[in-house]
């Protein structure tokens, strides 16, 4: 079974890579404004959404592998959260097939290291592995409630966040604790000079998952550009998807 990958749209290609636990369908908000503009390739990773059975596993080279020969190059490549891992190394190991990245909400190190303050304690990603093995449901609820935090519509998100993750049926919890690990484990903030395309790096001021001195101090080992949206949290296409297109379109426009 092959990758889920849903694309609509019309214009140069775009694809939306979502984070842990999710699918494709969480960016729904985004899509109308873009689908004018690009044709948009909304991706659920393995184990994840419509791609629970694609047989594929949580790893970089396997998901690139089926993108780049499924999906038009170069493409422009949005990746959040999680998605963010996925669409940095992409960009990193495949420059032909990426015209330009954009970060939403996502680091190249998402764990707190001696020379990195910006992370969060490792700790709390290995807690939520744990804990999934004793209660799946409420680990979950937990991991979405970090992620609703900050914003000005917490319970809306929170229901929004939750509804997605279960549309298609329960994430597999094998491959939770794969992107856990992922999260925990993958630094690719050496490697940020290497880009050799244009980035974009959106962040959310009321962030609590990814801050948003995370994101600007590898927007400048990227020599990439940085933004922030005050009043985002950890999601902002969620909460203001107007303002995350409009970053999209423009960034496009001077590829």
């Known amino acids: 079974m092959a990758l889920h990958i849903e694309s609509s749209g019309h214009g140069p290609d775009l694809i939306l890579l979502h984070g842990w636990a999710m699918h494709g ?3 729904a908000p985004l899509l109308p404004l873009l689908q004018a503009r690009f ?22 080279d396997a998901v690139w592998d089926e993108l780049r020969a499924r999906i038009p190059q170069p493409a422009l490549v949005m990746g959040w959260s999680l998605g963010g891992l996925f669409a940095l190394h ?5 420059p032909a097939a990426c015209r330009g990245l954009i970060l939403q909400n996502a680091s190249p190190c998402f764990v ?5 303050p910006h992370g969060m304690p490792a700790q709390v990603f290995r807690q939520f592995a744990a804990e999934l093995e004793r209660d ?10 970090l992620e609703a935090q900050g914003s000005e519509h917490l319970r809306d998100d929170l229901r929004l966040l939750q509804r997605t993750a279960f549309e298609f049926g329960e994430p597999d919890a094998r491959v939770l604790a794969e992107g856990l690990h992922l999260l925990e484990t993958v630094d690719l903030r050496a490697r940020l ?3 050799a395309m244009p980035s974009l ?9 990814v801050s948003a001195a995370a994101m600007q101090s590898a927007s400048e080992a990227a020599d990439g550009t940085f933004a922030c949206d005050e009043h985002g949290g950890h999601a902002p296409f969620l909460t ?12 496009a426009e001077h590829l």
């Open 90 to 94: 992409g960009a990193l190991a495949h």
């Open 25 to 27: 369908g969480v960016f």
């Open 39 to 60: 044709t948009v390739h909304a991706v659920d990773l393995p184990g994840h959404g419509r791609s629970r059975a694609c047989g594929l596993p949580l790893a970089f």
């Open 240 to 251: 203001h998807p107007a303002a995350v297109a409009a970053a999209i379109t423009g960034f």
């Open 201 to 209: 790096w959106l962040a959310g001021r009321r962030d609590r998952l």
């Open 193 to 195: 000079p290497n880009l």
């Open 136 to 145: 799946y449901a409420q680990t979950l609820h937990r991991f979405f409630m």
């Open 112 to 116: 707190h290291r001696p020379d990195w």
